[in-house]
């Protein structure tokens, strides 16, 4: 995404045309996301009033898996100029990640 991640947007952008429809083609899913503030902002938790929710705790680790996998690339991004040079590197890096390194 380009720009600021706001609460609104991530209702608008996200949120509402994703995981809604997503959501809602599962029965009996748990929707989980962590405390990032787009995420307790007051606009996303009235979208979410309707799902079922995991809660989580102030403070609490983070235990999505993709997070290992953005530490890969983190580790293996080369340094940047302009947002352009960055959105090129971090795909070529996403589509040459080893599924090895993903499992």
Known sequence: MRGTLTG?????DILRPHVGPFRNGLSGAIFQQDNARTHTARVAQDFLRHFQTLPWPVRYPDLSPVENVWDQLKRQMPSCHTAHDL????QDLWAHLPQNNIR
Do not use: G, I, M
């Not at 609104?8 to 608008?12: E, G, P, Q």
């Open 87 to 90: 959105e090129l590197a971090v």
């Open 8 to 12: 609104k947007r991530y209702v608008d």
